[in-house]
């Protein structure tokens, strides 16, 4: 088994930045793939960003590309979303994901692991 802890979430201004932590602990040589994923209100789950273990390949929305930046120490079993420019529509409780399949990225069925989530709000 594998747990995830999440931190960092908050209350920021439109144009700030937050920097969100997810630690990972128990069986974690098993995971590949680390990832972001986010729900806003009466929306569905989607993916933010994903980091692969073995290279440090990373992955992310559209939507998010040149504003956010997903990162990961493998020896503290941690992966970072750090979030700059932020806007409205980032609004969401994010969740950081693991899953052992390294073809894993977009789909959230594929993950076996997730945090409890961390609010983001941002105001405008």
């Known amino acids: 088994q594998v747990q995830l802890v999440e931190s960092g979430g908050g209350l920021v201004q439109a144009g700030g930045s937050l920097r969100l932590s997810c630690a990972a602990s128990g069986r974690t040589f098993s995971i590949n793939t680390m990832s972001w994923f986010r729900q806003a209100p009466g929306k569905e789950r989607e993916f933010v960003a994903a980091?692969?273990?073995?290279?440090?390949?990373?992955y992310y929305t559209d939507s998010v590309k040149g504003r956010f930046t997903i990162s990961r120490d493998n020896a503290k079993n941690t992966v970072w979303l750090q979030m700059n420019s932020l806007k409205p529509e980032d609004t969401a409780v994010y969740y950081c994901a693991a899953t052992q399949y390294y073809s894993a990225t977009y789909h959230g069925g594929a993950y076996e692991y997730w945090g409890q989530g961390t609010q983001v709000t941002v105001s405008s």
């Open positions: 980091v692969k273990r073995s290279d440090g390949s990373t």
